[in-house]
């Protein structure tokens, strides 16, 4: 029997994290149960509106966010507040499958495209593995807003 997955992320600025990788992967935020958001609503706005009602103070190391695919295929990402900063590379990182089925000048091509709107997001552009046929299609490797690196495949 499989499982399904959340993939945590250890940061700074749960929010910041979640609007970022949102953003990169085409997720939503999720606004609190029973809450319905109208279009272009902040989800963390109605978050801090429902906590606040239950009676419960938030500190600033209390804060989580989440980010979830709107099709409900790919795993939830969560976010929470740890001291430390991050002090290696990844030993785990994701792909984020933008030019499938793309090949060549084509595939780079749309790789670049997404690499230069997510810099305006916050990413930073690493490196860049241009093809070698058969066995490498090309990619790039970037780090999103708090140095969690992440490749553009």
């Given at each position: 029997m499989?499982?399904?997955?959340?993939?945590?992320?250890?940061?700074?600025?749960?929010?910041?994290?979640?609007?970022?990788?949102?953003?990169?992967?085409?997720?939503?935020?999720p606004g609190p149960p029973g809450v319905p958001l109208e279009d272009g609503a902040?989800?963390?706005e109605a978050w801090n509106r429902f906590i606040s009602g239950l009676g419960i103070e938030l500190k600033p190391e209390d804060m989580r966010a989440a980010i979830e695919d709107p099709e409900g295929h790919g795993p939830?990402?969560?976010?929470?507040?740890?001291?430390?900063?991050?002090?290696?590379?990844?030993?785990?990182?994701?792909?984020?499958?933008?030019?499938?089925?793309l090949e060549g000048q084509e595939r780079m091509e749309a790789l670049e495209v997404e690499c230069r709107r997510l810099l305006t997001h916050g990413a930073t552009r690493l490196n860049c593995v241009d093809p070698e046929p058969p066995m490498e299609a090309g990619f790039i490797v970037m780090a999103d807003p708090e140095g969690n690196e992440f490749c553009l495949d």
């Open positions: 499989s499982r399904a997955v959340q993939i945590t992320f250890d940061c700074h600025d749960p929010i910041g994290q979640a609007r970022f990788w949102a953003e990169a992967l085409g997720y939503v935020i902040d989800p963390f939830r990402l969560f976010f929470q507040i740890v001291p430390e900063g991050k002090t290696v590379k990844n030993r785990v990182h994701l792909d984020v499958r933008t030019a499938p089925g």
